[in-house]
């Protein structure tokens, strides 16, 4: 059974920074893209980062040069970091990931739970 599990997130004002994690556990044979988007209320969910199988990364132009997605040291890892937070960065945080599960042979979507960041001073 693979899941999604996401850590960090918080209360932080505005020119802050912190950091998401995403760990894809379980075993996988592949993962094609992970990543995350976001929900702010009354929005719909958008992407903010992905990376893909061959280090490929995709930002949305309103996160350009404040967040970085990186892969972690363990396998199936991302790590968000947001600087510079804005208010309008306010919203619940999505890990997603595309990956192939031992045994499966194809690729499946994956979503975690959310993570709420909130910018206010």
């Known amino acids: 059974q693979v899941q999604l599990v996401e850590s960090g997130g918080g209360l932080v004002q505005p020119g802050g920074s912190l950091r998401l994690s995403c760990a894809a556990s379980?075993?996988?044979?592949?993962?094609?893209?992970m990543g995350w988007y976001r929900q702010a209320p009354g929005k719909q969910r958008e992407l903010v980062a992905q990376?893909?199988?061959?280090?490929?990364?995709v930002y949305a132009d309103t996160v350009k040069g404040r967040f970085t997605l990186s892969r972690g040291p363990a396998k199936n890892t991302v790590y968000l970091q947001m600087n510079n937070l804005k208010p309008e960065d306010t919203a619940v945080y999505y890990c997603?990931?595309?990956?192939?599960?031992?045994?499966?042979?194809?690729?499946?979507?994956?979503w975690g739970q959310g993570t709420q960041v909130t910018v206010s001073s």
């Open positions: 997603y990931a595309s990956l192939m599960p031992d045994g499966v042979f194809r690729y499946l979507d994956y």
């Open positions: 379980g075993t996988i044979d592949h993962t094609d893209v």
């Open positions: 990376i893909f199988y061959r280090a490929d990364t």
